[in-house]
């Protein structure tokens, strides 16, 4: 007997849809429905399309009963005669009836034939489908970030699809382990990391490279993360080969890492045995970012760290014998500690550290000794003391000179006046620069002045044609902040004309926004809504809202 056969016992059709409903995991009556669906089906071929009919099973006894139903609609609302009436007509039947009044009518049963069966069948398991999809996405939606056990039922050009019992899930290539070769049968754990709506049906999507992967199975190993004594803050992982996992105790009576590692290393054991191998470096958590950092590098020894927190960029000084170790192998655990701290971490050894120092030291007394027109000494003497600039000299409190050995009233002011002499030249020698290159007043304005450094970028500016605020107004935040290109291969940054001041791309976008406000291209209002001034004053108004006193 097929699903839809009428002709079944009542019983043996509950039956089924019971049967059903166990094997796919879904409500009994949803299979009901999917059955009355097919049967109204089979029943508007048989008596006409046109029809509305109705399939009612009893839930309790089986029993089939068909109605055709006529609806009442207004005069003017009628596209099927066949399914709907008007008003008028309806009164004829019945005096009470009124606008939605529906009218209804036993149709006889009847034996499917073979092709209204297999259309039927069809209807059923189409929606059983749907049913069952609805179900796994329900169930698995709020299961993101769990580990799953399943068996691999199917391997299709690299992509692993795992049978998870109630559902499918699919460890796509990239998110596998590489080494790790996974064949018809294995047993295997994984992590959840999405759950999607697709059009085929909820996609599970799974991974054993995910970093969040590695922490789950920490918490499964170490029970004091489990239960929150200990925090995983950060995973960095080379999927396969190495990771490193950043640990911090909430009691001060527990080591994190001691915990983590376990007894003579069977915690962490367990984790890099489910990893294929992959070797694991503990690394304790630190507020501090440049201890930190420190750790990250572990085994290498860090000699100094210099950290420059508007980039988010250090400098990690190791000596000669620890480069190597510090860097890894092909560079591997300095991407690791870079990835697992969030700081960009460029690596010198002492001897480069030093060279580069001589370096700067050495370009810094030049520039002094010829802007102050001073001897090789003084200008030693200044850039010992810290001062970086000709502006730092010429304005700065004389008695930070005064400070420096051997320097007294007379020396500081000579030497502030020679500051402000160059200064005062190298302004006048860059506006008439500026002049040449055609650079207006109004673009020189908009940058804020006629500062040393508002000249020079001028100056840069009107070298690349642009010269006035409708030119700047026209550039993109790339343009200023510089861009990536890829030639032969090879990934190359383009400089921006803005590189010195190194904006954000926010910082961009605004400065640019600013410009086409003043060259008149947007108004006040599409300025404010474009970098977000309309929601920060709503936000500030509501604030003054709330904070305003009860009478």
Known sequence: ??????????????????????????????????????????????????????????????????TRRITVVEDDQVENESAQMTLAEAQKKDKAAEIGTV????????????VMSQTGKQVVMQRLREAE???QHEEY?????????????????????????RAEGVIRRNDGLPRESLQVNDRVRAYIYDVRRETRGPQIFLSRAHPDFMAALFSQEVPEVYEGVIEIPAVARDPGSRAKIAVLSNDNSIDPVGACVGMRGSRVQAVVNELAGEKIDIIPWNPDHATFIVNALQPAEVSKVVLDEEEARVEVVVPEEQLSLAIGRRGQNVRLASQLTGWSIDILTEAE??????????????????????????????????????????????????????????TAQELQDRAREHLERLAGELNEKR????????????????????????????????????????????DLRGWFETREGERVREPGLLDEYKLTSEEA???????????????????????????????EGEGEEVAEPAE
Do not use: C
């Open 1 to 66: 007997m097929t699903v839809t056969g009428v002709s079944a016992n009542r019983l043996e059709l509950l039956q089924i849809a019971k049967a059903v409903a166990a094997e796919k995991s879904i409500d009994e009556d949803l299979v009901l429905e999917a059955i009355e669906e097919a049967i109204e089906k089979a029943a508007r071929s048989r008596y006409g399309a046109e029809l509305d009919i109705d399939a009612d099973i009893d839930p309790v006894t089986g029993e089939l009963k068909l």
């Open 103 to 114: 009218f209804t009518e036993d149709l006889p049963l009847f034996d499917f034939g073979r």
């Open 133 to 135: 999809r609805e179900r």
């Open 141 to 165: 939606k709020d299961r993101v970030g769990e580990i799953v056990n399943g068996i691999v039922k199917r391997v299709e050009y690299g992509n692993v699809i795992v049978d998870l019992g």
């Open 353 to 410: 550290e030093s060279e580069r120092r001589q370096k700067e030291f050495r370009e810094r007394t030049e520039l002094f000794m010829e802007a102050l027109d001073v001897d090789e000494t003084i200008a030693q003497l200044l850039v010992s003391e810290g001062f970086e600039t000709v502006e730092e000299v010429a304005y700065v409190d004389p008695s930070e000179i005064l400070r420096i050995e051997g320097f007294d009233d007379d």
């Open 435 to 478: 002049g040449e290159l055609g650079v207006e007043d109004g673009l020189l304005a908009f940058l804020g002045g006629e500062s040393i450094e508002v000249l020079q970028t001028a100056v840069k500016l009107g070298e690349n044609e642009v010269k006035s605020v409708d030119d700047f107004a026209g550039l993109t935040p790339d």
């Open 509 to 539: 976008e605004e400065l640019i926004m600013r410009a086409r406000l003043e060259a008149g291209w947007i108004s006040e209002e599409d300025y404010k809504a474009a970098t977000g001034q309309d929601e920060e004053e709503e936000a």
